[in-house]
């Protein structure tokens, strides 16, 4: 339906807008389909984040 990409492109207008530079997000590294979409919507891995439960 291009609901995500319409949100993407109205954040990415109103951070130029407001001076900003980057746009950054989080996503779950299980969550591919999620991963797959930000990929395809132009993000690249930054950083990893690595966790271990106690």
Do not use: H, K, Y
């Not at 979409?37 to 930054?46: H, L, N, Q, R």
């Amino acid at each position: 339906m291009g609901i995500g990409t319409a949100l993407l492109n109205a954040v990415r207008e109103t951070g130029r807008q407001a001076g900003c530079t980057r746009f950054m997000t989080d996503v779950w590294d299980f969550n591919s389909t999620a991963v797959a979409f930000f990929e395809a919507s132009g993000f690249s891995p930054a950083w990893r984040r690595l966790d271990q439960p106690l």
